[in-house]
């Protein structure tokens, strides 16, 4: 495969995921987790219960789609702000698995067991990284949609 046909698919497979990311975050992290919460029916801990599973399964599915963007974006000779961009949007993934959704899961364990908790900031930190990787996730998609457009127009100017 040609270097410019490879880095047209990197930059392809870059903004797939990046969108597919996006897409998945915007729709548990700020439409579902939300929305669950204004149905009158679901009790609290009940509500609490599912969000903890549904985050725990998200993060799996973020950690692969980190995995395939690191990739995807070495491989695309991306300039070093997009590489800058992803290299912080898999840093917080990991930040969230491995410090704030434990922190929170043992927060919503008191909960659920009725023991008062002291107000805290890492549901605010969480959401603010869920925020920020959104947005990271949408510029690197962009200057890969940018770079495959301009390298489309390249090539069909030279043919």
Not at 104 to 120: E, K, N, Q, V, W
Request: proline letters at 5%; charged letters at 10%; a positive charge.
């Amino acid at each position: 495969m040609g270097n410019t046909l490879r880095s047209s698919f990197a930059d392809a497979v870059t903004a797939f995921v990046s969108l597919f990311w996006a897409g998945a975050l915007a729709g548990v992290s700020f439409l579902a987790t939300p929305v669950k919460f204004q149905a009158t029916s679901l009790d609290l801990p009940v509500a609490l219960e599912v969000g903890k599973v549904t985050f725990a399964a998200f993060t799996r599915c973020e950690l692969g789609l980190a995995a395939l963007l690191a990739i995807s974006v070495l491989l695309s000779q991306a300039p070093k702000p997009v590489k800058a961009c992803a290299v912080v949007a898999v840093g917080l993934v990991a930040m969230q698995a491995l410090w704030l959704l434990p922190v929170l899961d043992g927060r919503i364990d008191a909960l659920i067991a009725g023991r008062p908790l002291a107000p805290s900031p890492h549901h605010m930190l969480y959401a603010i990284a869920e925020g920020v990787k959104l947005l990271l996730l949408c510029a690197v998609a962009l200057v890969s949609l940018a770079r495959l457009g301009l390298r489309s127009r390249a090539a069909a100017v030279s043919a």
